[in-house]
């Protein structure tokens, strides 16, 4: 009987220990080197580390490699310490603002903030004086109100560009795409000019939820388009062969189908709403305690609260807005999250 | 299940329907009900434009080109305390130019970044690293505004202060690093690198997008032919991408030129038009339009229209033009 001896597989073109060991070499090499140059030179801080570091490595990496491989290894090598750069460069601001929010708003947060609005105290009150509940009511009904206004219309455009596939198919998709450039103040200025200098006349919740929604139908729309574009076209010729009407196999087959995406989408929307400032600013009024009428009053919300406390400029009042913005950063998170977990849910399926 | 039989005599069929290529009743008014809403669109876009000329146009009609070359912003009132149209001076060029300058900045600092992080994303990260980094660059396009002003103003900016001084120590004969006052805080350059961090994950994500329709025969192909993972990218996806790259770039500047509240907290407006980017003196349209409205009387309010029409013909040229740029170049080969 022939003994059959399995032979481990090869992979050649997987670096060997010893070059992973010079690699490393080369990479503990460059931050000594880095430290000690910041050490003895009078380059100094975490820049400066951080600079004489990249450069020190790209020069050790590129020379390792074209020693080694030749010219060609070696740009690569190049290319990809840039890109490692270029990530890193990327990434660095968003784990430092989430960083600075954690750590300034904790000191600001407390349980009176869900329970007080700031009827009796002005900003410059100790932090343990007053609340934000009154902000957080408000941005809730703009939202809520918003999303009764744009989700239909970004549905409905959504279907138009999927399921209708009309003649202005390619106008809308534009339309839609310069909507979204539309900056936020224009919003703004343009709802303040229309509606509030024409007809209403007064400051009002309802007024900002005008202008959030010209903010938010694009997102909506865009994303329900990319969703409703996944639903494969059998469905919706089963459905038709099963007799229905196209409204029919819309609403009852296409839209089901799609449902935690458009769900998505919604969240998505809200999340980009959220902390609008801009045209809270120039609409609401901003009002200082709780006020459930969107269409009477000034309204406070949490941009406008931290941008009031903000504008302040003491000490209490900045640890204000801190811990305004750690509520904010905290609602955008969990919006976001549930949005990627919804439409993780529906890509595993 | 009990079987019954059935035969044909005792079977009601329903009526015959009629075989017709017209849309039911229910199917017109299902199609009506949708296209209106998705001309929504058209409507909010025209209505924007519409109501912003007719309470801006008074203004624009006295300043006629004053109001975008003259950099003077002054409500005048005659000896009876009225608003006098004469006199009174409303020019945004310091801020049109300003506006230019902190975005360009922004565009320089985030494109290479952009680029090089979609590069990462789509060709050198191991999948569950790709993963976990797209939804952090999804999640930084989402932050609100006022979140990198404040992030700005108490975190960057003392920061970047640091790098504006060594830029002038050893680039200072370059003549926009010029300056005669050494005041490092509130400049242009400060609010170009806000704009920079907030544009770099929009930019990133469409680029990210392109790169990774790149045909893999394609890339197969170069790594077939030997390349590296460098030569691979410049023959095949940079090319495959120049237009993505572009059109994203466009997008993240007209991002940057209607960014309001973040460049608010960060610079310092002044009208006066200023090349000089790292001192602290800069212009912004619509920063400005937020910080005039606060005292406004009716008549600087129409200027104020007349500002934010000029800022919405402008985002919605820069968006056009990345628009046509990006469809032209996405999903088809060369």
Redesign the interface.
């Given at each position: 009987m022939i003994q059959t001896k399995p032979i481990k597989p090869r992979k050649p073109w997987q670096a060997s220990p010893a070059q992973r060991a010079l690699s490393f070499a080369v990479f503990a090499g460059a931050l000594l080197a880095s430290y000690i140059l910041v050490a003895v030179t009078p380059l100094k801080?975490k820049?400066a580390y951080f600079v004489v570091f990249f450069i020190i490595f790209t020069v050790l990496d590129f020379v390792f490699h074209f020693v080694s491989r030749g010219l060609?290894?070696a740009?690569?090598a190049?290319?990809?310490a840039?890109?490692?750069?270029?990530?890193s460069?990327?990434?660095l601001?968003?784990v430092?603002?989430i960083g600075?929010?954690i750590v300034?708003g904790v000191k600001g947060l407390h349980w009176g903030l869900f329970t007080h609005d700031m009827k009796l105290n002005s900003v410059s009150d100790p932090i343990s004086q007053g609340g934000l509940v009154h902000a957080l009511i408000g941005t809730g009904i703009l939202v809520i109100v918003a999303m009764v206004i744009s989700v239909?219309?970004g549905i409905?455009?959504a279907?138009?560009?999927t399921?209708?596939r009309?003649r202005?198919v390619r106008?809308?998709k534009?339309?839609?795409?310069?909507?979204?450039?539309?900056?936020?103040?224009?919003?703004g200025?343009?709802i303040l000019?229309?509606i509030v200098?024409t007809f209403t006349k007064s400051y009002s919740g309802f007024v900002g939820s005008l202008a959030l929604s010209?903010l938010m139908?694009?997102t909506v729309?865009r994303t329900s388009e990319e969703v409703l574009r996944l639903i494969p076209d059998d469905l919706r010729e089963a459905g038709t062969a099963l007799g229905g009407?196209?409204?029919?196999t819309?609403a009852m087959v296409v839209v089901p189908a799609a449902r935690s995406g458009l769900a998505t989408a919604m969240i998505?929307g809200v999340?980009?709403i959220?902390?609008?400032?801009?045209p809270i600013?120039?609409l609401t009024g901003g009002g200082d305690t709780v006020n459930s009428n969107p269409f009477h009053g000034p309204m406070g919300s949490l941009?406008f609260y931290?941008?009031k406390s903000?504008a302040v400029g003491t000490p209490e009042s900045i640890t204000r807005?801190?811990a305004g913005?750690f509520v904010?950063?905290a609602i955008?998170?969990v919006l976001?999250v549930s949005a990627?977990m919804l439409s993780e849910r529906r890509s595993s399926k | 299940m009990s079987q019954t039989v059935i035969s044909a005599a005792d079977t009601e069929y329903p009526p015959k329907r009629e075989i017709t290529t017209e849309?039911?009743f229910?199917?017109r008014?299902?199609?009506g009900?949708?296209?209106?809403?998705?001309?929504?669109?058209?409507l909010?876009?025209g209505?924007?434009f519409f109501?912003?000329a007719?309470?801006g146009y008074s203004v624009l009609r006295s300043q006629g080109f004053y109001f975008i070359t003259g950099s003077n912003w002054q409500v005048a009132q005659d000896a009876a305390g009225n608003f006098d149209p004469k006199a009174s001076q409303f020019g945004i060029a310091a801020m049109l130019i300003g506006t230019l300058l902190c975005s360009v900045i922004a565009l320089a600092v985030a494109l290479?970044?952009?680029?090089?992080?979609a590069?990462?994303?789509n060709f050198?990260?191991p999948p569950f690293l790709k993963k976990i980094?797209v939804?952090?660059?999804?999640?930084?396009a989402?932050?609100?505004?006022?979140?990198?002003?404040?992030?700005g103003f108490?975190?960057?900016m003392p920061?970047v202060e640091?790098?504006a001084k060594l830029l002038h120590k050893y680039f200072g004969f370059i003549p926009i690093f010029k300056m005669e006052v050494p005041v490092f805080t509130r400049s242009p350059f400060v609010a170009g690198i806000v704009l920079a961090?907030m544009i770099?994950?929009i930019i990133?994500s469409i680029v990210r997008e392109i790169f990774s329709q790149t045909p893999l025969d394609r890339i197969q192909a170069a790594y077939a032919l030997g390349a590296?993972?460098?030569?691979m990218?410049r023959a095949v996806v940079l090319p495959f991408g120049r237009g993505g790259i572009v059109g994203g770039a466009m997008?993240g500047l007209?991002?940057a030129?209607?960014?309001?509240?973040a460049v608010y907290?960060v610079l310092n407006i002044v009208y006066q038009i200023n090349w000089h980017v790292l001192v602290g003196a800069g212009g912004n349209v619509?920063s400005m339009?937020?910080l005039k409205?606060g005292d406004a009387g009716p008549e600087e309010i129409k200027a104020?229209?007349a500002a934010?029409l000029v800022?919405?013909l402008l985002?919605?040229v820069?968006?056009?033009l990345a628009?046509f740029i990006v469809n032209r170049s996405g999903g088809k080969g060369r």
């Open positions: 801080g820049l060609l290894a740009k690569d190049i290319t990809r840039f890109v490692f750069l270029g990530i460069l990327a990434v601001p968003i430092s603002i600075t929010v300034k239909p219309l409905l455009t279907i138009y560009l399921e209708i009309g202005f106008p809308i534009f339309l839609v795409q310069a909507m979204s450039g539309v900056p936020s103040i224009v919003a200025l343009f000019s229309a200098y010209i139908i694009p729309a009407t196209q409204w029919r819309v998505l999340a980009r959220a902390g609008e400032t801009a600013i120039l941009p931290i941008w903000y807005a801190w913005i904010l950063l955008v998170l976001f990627r | 849309p039911r229910s199917d008014v299902f199609r009900v949708v296209s209106t809403g998705a001309l929504s669109s058209l909010i876009l209505l924007i109501f912003l007719y309470h290479p970044i952009s680029v090089f992080s590069l990462f994303l050198y990260a980094m939804s952090v660059v999804d999640l930084m989402a932050f609100p505004s006022i979140l990198f002003g404040l992030w108490f975190v960057l920061s640091y790098w961090i770099i994950p990133t590296t993972r460098w030569s990218i997008l007209g991002r030129m209607g960014e309001t509240v907290s619509a339009i937020l409205f104020l229209m934010g800022l919405f985002t919605l820069v968006n056009t628009d």
